[in-house]
Structures are given as structure tokens and as C-alpha cells.
């Protein structure tokens, strides 16, 4: 019988992109919130800096839960909605999508198998964070 | 072990808050409600003057949270959001957040140890009533 | 054209009703939540005492709007429920009816103008507050 | 003018919290969830062990927040409730509140300064894991 093989979200993994975030969060002088989801959009780890707003909370874990839930980075929802009156009218108002910078899927060998959302930076400062804990995926 | 040190709201605080609230309400002929939350966003202390609207009381403790979660008052969301197309798409309809005028975070010594809301004004009637309550505070 | 004559809770009332409930709470030793609601259900007056744990907010809020809900005092339900089981099933998990003690109706010449609920104490502590600020009214 | 002098959850500490909590899990081969929150019941970390099912996410987050929403761990409630019918009916259905071990108040100093909330395991199983953890805080 066919089944589906899935990769997830590993402590190890999770663990290593909470302290890559902080580590870039501290250099840029920002307190943010960090959320790593797994593959079906469940909360994996979090965490909030000493310091981070509790609006950081929410927001963090749905950009997480944004990315994953349709495979591509938050930012990128504002462009597919612009020119297209009917989305632009009815996308934002569902419930937990993001539509700003700061939530990516987490993407190995070619597969999401989680997201990273991160909250309390301007947009540019949550995805860079976001983005140089993902490169040390890559390597 | 490391802790973190917070300051909060007491209630002799948060009735000066709301008294000093009320007499300015009276002055401007304005009927409002008034929320004082605490640091972690909840109700301290609530009050809505005879003859507010009732739409007032979930705005007034909504903008008190709001000012809270992000530590800025609810008038500056509208300009950070303004000429970022993608913010202003997706930030008004995050749960609670409220953009307009009414909101402060209560500040002593440097933190957020709170937060005031008011609803039943105008933006700008609002706004004065808010800050009217915080500089008894800061005297 | 008939119309309904309503009477409600005042700003002078529901302070009253505070006042009196935070004296009689210290006496007790208890630190404790109080709401005052109008005959509408909505919130009017509130105070969490400095120290009163959070969960008390959404009770004491509850029990107020309960009172108000059907006009009875929310430790009544118990009673009404116990020997009939449908009802004893049923009941209990409509949203914010609250069926132990410390939620009374403000009753005034007769009529429901409001409700106050208390939180923080042992049932019969919560009830005692109330029924000794309701006593002031009668007064 | 008055206020309070309140202790909060470092990062420090939630890391040092979690991390005992999770070596304690893997001595008794348990997967589980792990959620800190601060003194205002709000996420400050998160962690779900590889294979932990993702029910014990939400229950472990709310056994945080119930401990923390009236300062008492969450396998007292049970002995409150049991041999008084009408708590016994009404508090259960309260949202977020969990009425069985697994949660406890972090307290520093005698102040209620966080929330700890295990699932995963058998009721005592997470009670006794949190409690492994806490020790750690008294030392």
C-alpha cells in the first residue's frame, strides 16, 4: 500500500534555528519572539526574548503556521493579492495568515517540513533573522 | 538564578488613573469608558461612565491591550502601517489590535507597567483624556 | 406608543458597590475581583484588587452577567440543576454561566438593574462580599 | 505613587526549566511537552519533544496558564472541587483550565513569578517532571 514519507522538525533542528535567531536577534538590538512549527503546522518550539512585546506571540507562531500552511514565505502574499482585487479583499481577513515578512518555510532536500516565524523587529529584521538561521540549514 | 525585576499597576494607581479619567471626560462633555490593564495585558480596573455607548467597553479595554502588547501608543500603528502596503493589508485585522487614538502604555521609571484605554470620544478627545490621566502620574 | 420604563446601575452606584466589596474582602483576607454589569449584561465598574490571581477577571466578570442573565444568583443553578439531569447536563457548559456562588442580581424596586460578581475567595466568602454591598443598597 | 515590585521568567530560566524537564522525560522514556509562560500567563518558551503528540501542545500550554491563573499547581483543583457538586459541575468547563496534575506555579521568593505545564506522560508522570525541574530553581 502507498503511504506518504514525510521529514520533520527535529528537537536538534528546532533548538539549533531558536539559537541561530537569538544570536542574530542580539547583534541586530531587537527582542523578538521565535516560532518553529512542524510540517502540519503544530507548535514545535518557541521562544521570547527577555524583553519581547506579547503581541510577538501570536504574531510569531501564525507567521510559523502562515508558512507552512501554504509552502511559501509570508512576504510573499502581498504581491499574489495586490492586483487581484477579490483576494486582496478576502486573504487577509483568514484566520492566522500573515501576510508581512518574517515567516518561512522550512525547506530540506525539497520538502517544507516546518516553518519559522519570528515577531519584533521591523518586517526586514524578522526576515533577516529568519533567513540566517535557515542558511545554516543549508550548510 | 536570574529573574526579571517588573514594576505594576496597583490599585491605588489605577484609581487615580481612572478618577483623573473621568474628570476630563466631564470637562470635554464626552461620555467614555475607561480600561487600566496591567503589564501582562489584564483588566486592572474598568470603568464605563453613565451614558457611554456599551460598543465602548470592548474598544476601551482592546486599546488598553494594545498599547500593552507592543509597548507604543495605539495612535502610532496608523503611521507605521500608512506607506507599507503589506502592514496595512494584514496588521488591523490581528485580533485586539486596535490603530487609532485612545491608547498608552503606562510607563514609570523607564517600563511598561501598564495600560490605559479610552473609548467614546472622538480619536483626539480620547487621546487628551489618556494623557491627561498619565501626567498626574508622571508629576 | 407603550415603551418599557428601565432603571440602571449609576456611576455612584457601582462605585458604592465596589467600595463596599473591597472594604468587606480585607476584612475577610481575601484578595478578590468585582464586576459590576448593567441590566444589558455589560460590563459597568471593575477592579481586581492588587494580588487577586487572573483567572478571577474572567469569573467574576461571568458570574455578573450570569446574575443578570436570568435573574437569579448564580449559586441558585446548582439547585435547579441537580435532580433533573437532562438540565444538569446541558447547562453547565453554556458559555459564561457560571453556576457556584458570588454572582447576584442588583435588584432595585423590584427590577433587575444589574448584577455584581465576586471571585477570589471560597464560594461562600464571594457570596458574602456581594450580599454585604447589596446590603448597603437596601439602605 | 504606589506600585508593585513584581519578579518575572528570565530566559535563563526557561531554558534551565525546560532542559531539566526534558532530561527527566527521557529517564522515564516519556515524550512530552513542555511550556513555560510568564507571570501573566503568556508564552515565554515551548518545547515539544520528537514523537510527542500534538495534543499535549495545547494542554501543556494551558496547564502553565492554569497554574499561574490562580497560583495553585493543577492537581489541587481536583481536591477543591471533588466534595462540592457545584464547583464540581461549573469549574471544568472554564476555559484553559486544567484540572489535573501536571501544572505548577513558579515561585521565586515567595511571588507567583511563572507557569510550568508538562503532557505527555501519565498524570503523575508530569507532575513528575515539572517537580524535577522546580527543584532545580530552589537550589
Chains 1, 2, 3, 4 share one sequence.
Do not use: C
Amino acid at each position: 500500500m502507498n503511504v506518504l514519507n514525510k521529514l520533520g522538525i527535529s528537537d536538534e533542528l528546532a533548538d539549533m534555528l531558536i539559537s541561530e535567531a537569538v544570536k542574530k536577534a542580539k547583534e541586530l538590538g531587537v527582542k523578538v519572539s521565535i516560532a518553529i512549527v512542524d510540517e502540519g503546522g503544530e507548535l514545535k518550539a518557541f521562544k521570547r526574548m527577555d524583553g519581547a512585546p506579547i503581541l510577538t506571540i501570536e504574531i510569531a507562531i501564525d507567521k510559523a503556521w502562515t508558512a507552512v500552511s501554504f509552502g511559501i514565505p509570508t512576504h510573499e502574499w502581498y504581491n499574489m493579492l495586490k492586483d487581484n482585487p477579490p483576494l486582496a479583499m478576502g486573504f487577509p481577513k483568514i484566520p492566522r495568515l500573515i501576510i508581512f515578512g518574517g515567516g518561512f518555510p522550512i525547506v530540506y532536500k525539497g520538502q517544507v517540513i516546518g516553518g519559522i516565524g519570528i515577531s519584533g523587529g521591523s518586517a526586514e529584521q524578522d526576515m533577516e533573522i529568519a533567513k540566517n538561521a535557515l542558511k545554516k540549514l543549508e550548510s
